[in-house]
Each structure stands twice: as structure tokens, then as C-alpha cells.
């Protein structure tokens, strides 16, 4: 072992890190550990192993010495600060370990951000390959593949997935067990008084809770075991993931325990709810009898728990998933079908029943397990840093991927600040006015601002899975359900602060609008009960749209119903709605326009943007490019007439008389709703074409909130969060409405969307 003190490769881990409660967090701990011992030195004192740790947004940790650097995950920005940290270092390895549900950004490619900015070389191990990738996580993994050094596999199976799937050259992928402790074979009596199981069999499933698991087989299983063996115990040691948790809380659970219940096995199972440290894991493993993984899917490439379970010398029953296969070949374990109760149930009495076959198949396991021990996988890795470390010591450098550089970035943007928002809200919902920043409750709510608001929660939880916005959400939610009249089947739109629906005429426009944001929240629901709740409302907000005769809530509707179908592309009478209000919206531009009027109306008033952008997204949804190039041209012909001329900055159309045909144009009010309309069809020009102008328009629009206006005065208020109501003749308007508020978040949450690509 002292062959790798003569010189030490000075290495970064990337990765989630205890007291995280983790599997990847444990693998890199024991890792880190199980190196420091093969360099001599105290991991914790020492500085030639640093690791940078990946943080969940909503909690902080009381990390040990050696994390040197922690990345919120869903903060992109600390990406870019982490690679430009670790580049000044003295680090000359980067050792990162990538699973999907870690990492920020959609299917978690704010990682890309990193390896594309590291300038040192990356040895990057992967816990999950997914086999069926949809194409957005079948690039992200291509291109970590592409930034990294060398790719390190668990298994044998991760040079075919990878070659086949992701078109890695074999050459660049190294193979290193999971790692395991080193635990001498043990009788499992050993520690069964300690934890009061003496004369009782134990079977043993440990890791975190979920569905694939398969745990209801085992429990089907163990109802006929008992019958034969009733001093049997399975215990099922873990939490339920926290992924799982979050969306479902404890369901998978208490579905086992109805389970239990219903067979009569309250006395025979036994849930340990906890995360264990390793001494107390391995205790358990040691006293445990039978070990099983009955898993569901045949997709898994790592167990992190059926390596313990191996090199701790168990009899094992497991699935014929793919790491199972392989660690429990050649007798070393028994593989029974998937999800086939009467298999496990007679594998389970075989092993019981016949001691010297338990005691033969531990034993192979155990020896085999002797090549996967920490030390032994360290020095794998350790032999791998020492390679690439002295390539980048004798000058052969990571090249940097060099990607076009757009103006859109992250670090350049003012972060999110939601107090003004939470300012405005009440239990009823977001108020409509305020006097400067102070909620004015005398114009109450409308259903306009609350379907806005509803839109934002969500894409702020589904950018930065915050679960602090769902309480606002919710509260968004209910006032959206009551603003439906189920008698008349219309939208009402203004609610007094004593909760009265005033009389005001029922407007298509609020009911567009309405339409438009339970489309979002069907197409990216944090929580599947809210689903359901959103197309439930969804659907009985659809049963007039057919009827309308506003343009403007044609295009709301369209949009939203867009986003519903993306999510259920089978919705025939869906379909059919949307084209029959594209086809009304398109036949309005051709016989309404000219070569120099090219819009649907004779009067250029709010919102515009909204119309070509329904054209656009019509278009792109369904491969008509009739509709996309007149989405385009209007939407070009809106931007020429709202540049100025001099600076070249946004100014957008007053509401104070606004643009008519053969008129001039009206200057002022400019309000802030119409930008974000703007920015929203600039980026669907730009994914219907790939042209950087759109993309370039979209910044340009944004920058007006930021003083690129006919005023040079920024709307935005840093301090409360808030957005100034818009621009007048006279300067800004001082006060902060709900309107201004939303359109400013929308359009930044837009900006932080498009800088995550």
C-alpha cells in the first residue's frame, strides 16, 4: 500500500457529502476515507483531499473539515463559482460522481456547467445509466462523457450501455466495484443478543424506501415462509427516499404496512426508519441470516447495499437485475424472476432449511467480496489520479469546451426575491394594487393576477425545487377554483377584499388567462393531487372557449392547452379545440394585414406579443409552418415598431390610446406586462428557428426592466423585491402592483430558464 506515498495526487470530490443523508454521500465519504488511509494522512486534517458538496437549496449542513466548497444545487451561478475555485487551486484531479436526482437544472444539466469550465481533468463515476434516456438526458451524459478524462462504471454491463447507447469508446471506461467494508466472516449470531433476535432467523432489506424496491414481494413471500418458520423476523432498515417523500410522503410505506397487516405478519416484519451509520450498518448485516433485494426493474447498474450485503459474507436472494447478476454469479447468491411471490417464498425456505448451503453460498460471497473492499477500490481510483495527475503535470491539459458565448448568463442576473410577493399575498391571494409597496386593499384581487402568480410558484419550484412556494401556490389555487362559476361556466375576475365577486361583465380575456397558467400546472405539477386538481378546473374552463371571440383569449387558450397536451397528446377533443382557435387566430392575420400592418386587428393594444407567440407554439406543436412564419412576421413587424430609433432600446406601446392603424404610435404608459408577452414569444421564435436574433431580442427586452428604456430608469426595486408599475411621461410609476410584480418575476424566472441550456 505505501507505493502511493510517494506522490499524491492533490484531488476534488464532487458530490453529495454526509451528514446528507445519502447513498452517493456515503460512497464518497468511505471513499475519500478509505484514500486518505492509503496516503497516510488524516482526511480531515489534511488537504491533498478536498471535496465540494452538493447541497440541497432548502437545508444547511454542518459539514466536516474537508469540504472545502459547497454548490447549492439549484443554483447555477454556484457551478461557475465552484469550477472557477477548483481552477485556482491546487487541485490537479476532479473526481465527480454524477446521479440524475443530485444535480440542478432539468434532469440536473447545470453539472455541464461545471465540466465546461473546469480547466482541470475530470474522472467522472457513474451511479446510474439509464437505458432508455429521453433525449435531453441522453446529451446531458454524452457530453459529461465527452468533458470527462476517463468514465468509471460499477458494473460490466456500463461498457455495453455506454458504447451502444451513448457512443463512449470503451477505451475511456474503467470498471471499479461499488466498495464495501471490510468485515471478517462472522457468525450471524454474533450480534443478534445486542439487538434482543436471539433464536430468531433474520432477513434482512436495507436502503431507501421506494416503489421499485419490491419490498411487497418479499412480505407476500414471507406470509407463506412463516407458516413453516414462524420465529422468523424481516427487518427493513432505511427511510423512505427523499425524493419519494417529498411528492408522496410516506404512502409506499403505509401501503406495506396494510400489507402486513391484512397477512397477520405484525409480529414477522419490523420497519427501522432511521439512516444508519456504518458501524450500526454493519452490525445488522452481520446478524442477518438472508439478505434480499427483491427490486423491479431490471435497470439497475449499482446496489450500493448488495455490495455491503456481498462483501459481508450474506446469503443473498435478489431480482435478476443487473448488478445482481453479476455479483451474485457463480453460486454466489440466489436469483429468483421478478415479482414472482411463490420464487422468493421457496428460495427464502430452501436457504432456511439447509444451513450448509447458506454457510457454502457466504462463503463464496464473502471471498468474492475481498476484491470490492474499500482499500482495494481506492487504490483503483488512486491508480487512476495518479495517471491523468501526471499527464496534467507534464502539460497535457484538459482542452475547455469553448461554447458561443450568449448574452445570457446566470451570474449576470439579479437573483430571485420573493418577498414582495409574499408582501401582496394574503390567505385570499395576491392582492391587485399596492400604494408604492404597500398592499392597497381596496382594489382586492382579481383572477388576471392570481393565474399569473399561480404560474410563477410553480416555476419557481420547478426550477429550483423550493417546496417554501407551495403554501403559495395553494393559496393562488383556491382562489382560481372559486373564480369559476360552475352555473354560468364563466371566469370572474374581481374579488372585493371582503371576499364578495363584484358584478363586473365576465371578460373571455380572464378566462384565457386562466386557461393558459392550469396548462402550466398540468404540464410540470409538483404534486400529483395538484394534477388532478388543475384538470379537473381545466376541464370545465374549456367547455365555452370554443365560443370566443377575443383574440386575445383565443391565444391564452391556446397556450395553455398546448401545455396540457404535452403532457396528454391523446386528448382528441383537446386537439381539436386548439386548431379550431388557430385557425380563427391565423385567418385573422390574413385578411387583416398589409405589408405594412401585419397584425390581426386594426388597433395594437395589450399583451400583444401573446398572438404571435399562439401562432408560433401552434405552429411548433404541430409542424404547421404556415402558422409559424406568420407567427414570425408579426412578431418581427411588433418588434420593429417598438425599437426606438435613437438608443435602439424597447418602447413598447402606451396604454394611453395605443397604436392604431394610419395613427401614431402612443409612448406612454409602457407597462411591464408587455414585456413579459415580448420576452415569451422572442424565445418561441427562437426554438422554432435556432436564429440568435430571437435570442438576442429576448435579453434585449429583459434589459428594459433594467433601465434600456425610453426613461434610461430601472423598474426593478432590489430592496422589496418589487417592480415599479410602469413608465409615465412624468418618470416611473412609484407604485409596485401585483401586474408589474408578476410580469418582472416571469420574465427573470424566463431568463434563469433559457441561461440553465
Known amino acids: 500500500m505505501s507505493k502511493h506515498k510517494i506522490k499524491q495526487s492533490h484531488v476534488a470530490f464532487v458530490s453529495t457529502y454526509l451528514p446528507r443523508e445519502c447513498g452517493i454521500a456515503t460512497f464518497t465519504n468511505n471513499l475519500a476515507g478509505a484514500i486518505s488511509a492509503l496516503y497516510g494522512i488524516d482526511l480531515k486534517k489534511n488537504n491533498d483531499i478536498d471535496i465540494v458538496a452538493l447541497t440541497d437549496s432548502e437545508k444547511e449542513y454542518n459539514y ?335 482542452k475547455v469546451s469553448v461554447k458561443k458565448d450568449i448574452s445570457i448568463k446566470v451570474q449576470d442576473l439579479p437573483e430571485i426575491n420573493l418577498n414582495h410577493l409574499n408582501n401582496l399575498t394574503d390567505d385570499t391571494g395576491i392582492f391587485q394594487h399596492s400604494k408604492y409597496s404597500i398592499p392597497n386593499r381596496n382594489y382586492g384581487y382579481t383572477t388576471d393576477d392570481n393565474a399569473r402568480a399561480a404560474i410563477v410558484a410553480l416555476k419557481v419550484w420547478d426550477i429550483f425545487k423550493d417546496d417554501c412556494v407551495l403554501p403559495l401556490l395553494v393559496k393562488y389555487l383556491s382562489f382560481l377554483s372559486d373564480s369559476y362559476d360552475p352555473d354560468k361556466e364563466i371566469v370572474r375576475n374581481e374579488l372585493s377584499f371582503d371576499r364578495r365577486w363584484l358584478k363586473s361583465k365576465a371578460s373571455e380575456d380572464h378566462h384565457g388567462r386562466l386557461v393558459w397558467a392550469l396548462g402550466n400546472l398540468v404540464s410540470h405539477p409538483p404534486r400529483e393531487e395538484i394534477s388532478h386538481f388543475a384538470i379537473e378546473l381545466l376541464y370545465n374552463c374549456l367547455k365555452k372557449v370554443a365560443s370566443f371571440s377575443s383574440p386575445r383569449a383565443w391565444a391564452f387558450s391556446i397556450l395553455g392547452i398546448i401545455k396540457y397536451l404535452n403532457k396528454y397528446p391523446g386528448d382528441k377533443n383537446a386537439r381539436k379545440l386548439n386548431d379550431q382557435l388557430a385557425n380563427k387566430l391565423i385567418d385573422l392575420f390574413k385578411k387583416n394585414s398589409s405589408d405594412d400592418w401585419i397584425w390581426g386587428e386594426d388597433v395594437v393594444s395589450y399583451e400583444n406579443a401573446r398572438l404571435p407567440q399562439a401562432l408560433l407554439e401552434e405552429g411548433r406543436f404541430t409542424g404547421n409552418k404556415e402558422m409559424e412564419e406568420w407567427g414570425l412576421n408579426a412578431l418581427k413587424w411588433l418588434i420593429d415598431i417598438q425599437t426606438n430609433k435613437t438608443n435602439g432600446y424597447l418602447s413598447v406601446i402606451g396604454n394611453k390610446g395605443w397604436l392604431k392603424r394610419d395613427g401614431e404610435k402612443v409612448k406612454f404608459d409602457q407597462q411591464p406586462v408587455e414585456v413579459l408577452a415580448l420576452i415569451d414569444a422572442c424565445y418561441e421564435a427562437y426554438l422554432c428557428t435556432g436564429d440568435d436574433f430571437f435570442l438576442d431580442r429576448v435579453d434585449w427586452a429583459f434589459r428594459w426592466f433594467l433601465g434600456q428604456n425610453a426613461l434610461e430608469e430601472s423598474l426593478y426595486n432590489s430592496k422589496t423585491g418589487g417592480c415599479k408599475d410602469g413608465l409615465l411621461p412624468t418618470g416611473v410609476n412609484k407604485n409596485e402592483g401585483s401586474e408589474s410584480l408578476l410580469s418582472w418575476l416571469l420574465s427573470l424566472l424566463k431568463m434563469y430558464e433559457i441561461a440553465a441550456l
Open 64 to 398: 466536516d473539515n474537508e469540504v472545502c466548497f459547497e454548490i447549492r444545487a439549484q443554483n447555477k451561478t454556484d457551478y461557475l463559482k465552484a469550477a472557477e475555485f477548483l481552477n485556482i487551486s491546487d487541485v490537479e484531479v476532479v473526481s465527480v460522481q454524477h446521479e440524475f436526482g443530485i444535480y440542478g437544472g432539468p434532469d440536473g444539466k447545470y453539472v455541464l456547467s461545471l465540466l465546461e469550465n473546469l480547466k482541470k481533468p475530470v474522472i467522472t463515476t457513474l451511479h446510474t445509466i439509464l437505458v432508455n434516456p429521453s433525449e435531453e438526458q441522453k446529451r446531458i451524459l454524452e457530453e459529461i462523457c465527452k468533458l470527462s478524462t476517463e468514465v468509471i462504471v460499477l458494473a460490466d454491463k456500463g461498457f455495453e450501455l455506454l458504447s451502444k447507447i451513448y457512443g463512449v469508446s470503451k477505451s475511456k471506461i474503467k470498471k471499479i466495484h461499488h466498495g464495501a467494508p471490510d468485515v471478517p466472516f462472522i457468525d450471524p449470531s454474533y450480534y443478534k443478543e445486542e439487538f434482543d433476535m436471539e433464536g430468531h432467523l433474520l432477513l434482512l432489506t436495507y436502503g431507501l424506501l421506494s416503489p421499485n424496491k419490491g419490498l411487497e414481494i418479499a412480505i407476500d413471500a414471507l406470509a407463506d415462509v412463516v407458516k413453516e418458520f414462524p420465529e422468523i423476523i424481516y427487518i427493513i432498515l432505511g427511510k423512505t427516499h427523499p425524493n419519494i417523500k417529498k411528492r408522496f410522503g410516506e404512502e409506499y410505506r403505509f401501503s406495506l404496512k396494510n400489507i402486513i397487516n391484512k397477512k397477520h405478519l405484525e409480529k414477522n416484519v419490523v420497519f427501522h426508519n432511521r439512516f444508519v451509520t456504518l458501524d450500526e450498518l454493519i452490525k445488522y448485516l452481520v446478524m442477518t441470516d438472508v439478505y434480499i433485494t427483491p427490486y423491479r426493474s431490471e435497470q439497475q447498474i449499482s446496489s450500493g447495499t448488495l455490495s455491503y450485503a456481498v462483501a459481508c459474507g450474506k446469503a443473498i436472494i435478489s431480482t435478476p437485475y443487473w448488478h445482481a447478476r453479476e455479483l451474485l454469479d457463480k453460486e454466489r447468491g440466489i436469483i429468483v424472476p421478478f415479482d414472482d411471490v411463490k420464487a422468493t417464498s421457496e428460495a427464502i425456505k430452501e436457504l432456511f432449511r439447509d444451513e450448509i448451503k447458506r454457510d457454502k453460498i457466504r462463503r463464496k460471497a464473502h471471498k468474492y467480496g475481498r476484491k470490492m473492499i474499500w482499500s482495494e477500490v481506492a487504490s483503483s481510483y488512486v491508480d487512476s489520479f495518479k495517471m491523468i495527475a501526471g499527464k496534467y503535470r507534464s502539460g497535457k491539459r484538459k
